[in-house]
């Protein structure tokens, strides 16, 4: 099969990396040929979890056919690199929705579950491997094994959050959930700090399946971590009145044809826009029906908008901070984002459930903060060690489908069954030939612990 040797990047376009990339037209193409191979499916993740400097990429986005569909009970069996996106254009018509959704749907099926991606409702219905029945994976051998909770289920659960390093996810078996409509019954709760902020989103009057808050995040003194939290739901009959006439649609998709200049997303820029975005959805005091694209997916509708960060790129960083320490830590975090006078133009807060089931998996109880910040100089990676700092300090994690740079050590001290992970893989891998440089970075993968 023919190779291509590529300047290849994530989602943040940080770092770039040469890699040989190879895209195999059926399933049954599916297979490690290589020393050092890491499978990719839409390269959404933001760092180089993706990424294999001088090695194998192997892409499976033509990987994507839909294989079973029980529209009954509502499980869906389909090829790894099928989108949420191609998935949800069958699925929501006739009544059926995703358990658990990130906040793009242009992200491949095994993509969401080597990170174990979580949503707006993790708090109440845990991360995507919670929902996936079965799985076949592909090993380093080449053979092909079924997995799932109850059959090999210590690889399966290795598989979940393993970032692809155990084998080639080829095809996931998972489970929907049933909805009456395509919008969304949302409420918008304004705090005008983060006290406030986090009352709301702890009230049980105010919660709903899905929580999820804006954050501006360069208020500061007593409007430090001001924000917007909104709660939704999926509509039901009674809550889309007779004579509504909103768009269940999509909204027209914009897009950003070049890089944006550097100086473009600046503190005097993003805090004017902070300012009136947080005056208009503070507006909004009672509930309203939105499509579940723009409740789910609001950024998808600007293609290219990782462009605005101009052609450095920039970070996401997220991280989860648990129950205990989490006010704390998320008001230092942002006390030291807020100093830094480093804007990120993006600020979200969630709650999060139970810890994750995948050896690996980044969900804890707590909450998880999420910053897009734009790389300018080497000084954004001086305050990103501090906040490892602040986090590590809380108990907290970063997570890794977002990560462009985190220590080996800091990777050690935030996932603590990393041990346990390592056997797993040493046994199904012993040449450790899945491989990323997200892998070789954190040093993750072969001998010893």
Not at 191 to 201: I, T, Y
């Amino acid at each position: 099969m023919p190779t291509l040797i590529t300047p290849l990047s994530g989602w943040g376009r940080y770092p770039v990396q040469f890699c040989e990339l190879e895209r195999p037209e059926r399933y049954a193409d599916l297979r490690p040929d290589a020393d050092s191979v890491i499978a990719r499916g839409q390269g959404r993740s933001y760092g180089d979890a993706a990424l294999n400097e001088n090695g194998r990429v192997l892409l499976t986005e033509r990987v994507n056919r839909l294989l079973e569909f029980d529209m009954v009970n509502g499980i869906l069996r389909a090829e790894a690199g099928t989108t949420l996106a191609e998935i949800l254009d069958v699925i929501v018509p006739v009544g059926w929705f995703l358990p658990v959704t990130p906040g793009t749907k242009f992200v491949s099926l095994g993509g969401c579950v080597a990170a174990d991606v979580h949503g707006k409702n993790h708090h109440h219905e845990g991360s995507f491997g919670d929902h996936v029945l079965s799985m076949e994976l592909i090993l380093a051998d080449g053979s092909r094994v079924a997995c799932s909770p109850s059959e090999k289920a210590v690889l399966f659960w290795a598989t979940v959050g393993g970032m692809g390093l155990t084998g080639i996810i080829g095809e996931v078996t998972f489970k929907l959930i049933p909805i009456q409509s395509a919008l969304m019954k949302v409420h918008h709760h304004a705090a005008v700090d983060l006290e406030q902020l986090f009352r709301l989103m702890q009230d049980p009057d105010l919660d709903d399946r899905y929580t999820v808050a804006w954050i501006d995040s360069l208020a500061t003194g007593k409007k430090l971590g001001r924000g917007i939290a909104m709660c939704g739901h999926h509509a039901v009959a009674e809550d889309v009145p007779d004579n509504f006439h909103g768009d269940i649609k999509p909204a027209h998709s914009h897009s950003v044809p070049f890089d944006f200049p550097a100086w473009v997303l600046n503190p005097l820029s993003i805090s004017a826009f902070n300012s009136r975005y947080y005056k208009r959805e503070a507006g909004r005091r009672y509930p309203f029906l939105s499509n579940h694209d723009s409740y789910f997916y609001p950024l998808d509708a600007i293609a290219h908008w990782n462009r605005m960060y101009g052609k450095r790129g920039f970070v996401q960083y997220q991280c989860v901070i648990p129950d205990a320490t989490s006010f704390e830590g998320i008001r230092k975090l942002l006390e030291e984002l807020s100093n830094s006078r480093r804007p990120s133009f993006l600020a979200v807060l969630k709650r999060l459930g139970l810890q994750g089931r995948g050896l690996l998996s980044f969900p804890m109880a707590g909450y998880t903060l999420a910053l897009d910040l734009p790389i300018h100089d080497k000084g954004l990676f001086v305050l990103l060690n501090e906040l490892d700092r602040i986090v590590l300090q809380h108990g907290g994690r970063v997570y890794l489908a977002k990560d462009a740079r985190l220590s080996a050590e800091s990777f050690r001290a935030m996932y603590p069954r990393y041990a346990e992970w390592l056997a797993i893989k040493n046994a199904v891998d012993p040449q450790n030939r899945f491989s990323s440089s997200l892998s070789r970075r954190l040093g993750i993968g072969g001998y010893p612990a």
